[in-house]
């Protein structure tokens, strides 16, 4: 079958370790199906394995990608959940399996014509999705669904900033954020990106580091370092960060006085649960919010797409097809 792999790592150079071609048929084990992908998605995730981090060179050559949605055995259409680990090993939740991992961590990614899954890794996908849309939801906007619905505390009306405003997972935390009734705030490096964030629907947008009108009550992070700071200052007394990402690094001076002396809570937030995934697709059916897509190319495009998503180029998700 066609794929994407991963052949080599190169922090330097990313793009040199990509290959695309013919690959073994990857066989089933027991409890396990092969889902025909009909629509896989980019994450920064998938450069990131490309550099090494997250996937050594032991593991090579892997078939790239965590999103998908596609068809099972029986022809019903299913969104490919990308955490394969143990409920029972996470108390009821696979993310806090020890022994968990994205898909193209240790078992294949999406970017091929068939990617095997754990039967319990399969989410019906709703009619008024289409695959592409689909395939965007398991990693960016299951984490943004999270972040804002279970990790943040925030109620409809509360104030959230998002930093990074055109990353993948701020893109859909500003998007679901704004559909649930949460006035969202966003930060961003350019004027450009700032109009796009107000286009997807952010309330107010400021560059990065920008003094805000008043303190809000929640801040989404995906930046890290390069934004810690601004976070724990934008924050009111008894406000929380909540954090899935450090893009920028992961070591920023932790202001632990701020933390202590105006009681602000730091939670970290990783993926979703299955059932989490569910409640996502019957959001967006259910209130008619959708992925937003910056293109969709054939699958043996791949490379512009992985070019595009270091160039950090694209506005919404990056689609492939095979
Ligand atoms: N824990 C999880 O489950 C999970 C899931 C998905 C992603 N993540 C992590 O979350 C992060 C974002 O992922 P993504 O796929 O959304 O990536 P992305 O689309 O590439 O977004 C990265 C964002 O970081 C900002 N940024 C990068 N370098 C910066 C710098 N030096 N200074 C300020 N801002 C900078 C950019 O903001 P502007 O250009 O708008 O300023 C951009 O919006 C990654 O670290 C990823 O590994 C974690």
Redesign the pocket.
Known sequence: MFAVTAARIDADDPLSGLELGERPEPEVPDGWVSVTVRAAAL???DV?SLRGVGLSADRLPMVLGCDAAGTDPDGNEVIVHAVIGDANAGDGDETLDPRRSLLSERYDGTFAERVVVPRRNLVPKPAALSFEQAACLP??YL?AYRMLFEKSGAQPGSTVLV????????TALIILGRTAGFRMWA????EA?LERARELGADQVFP?GARLPERVDVVME???Q??WAHSVRSLKPGGRIVI?????GDAPPAELTRVFYTQLSVVG???GTRDQLVRLARFCEQTGVRPVIDSVRPLAQARDAFAA?IA?TQAGKLVLTP
């Open positions: 994450n920064h995730h990131f990693t960016a984490t930093q990074g405003a055109s990353g993948g997972v701020a930060t961003s490096r350019t990106k990065s995906t930046v890290g390069a934004t899935c990402g450090a893009t920028s937030s990783t993926m998503m950090g």
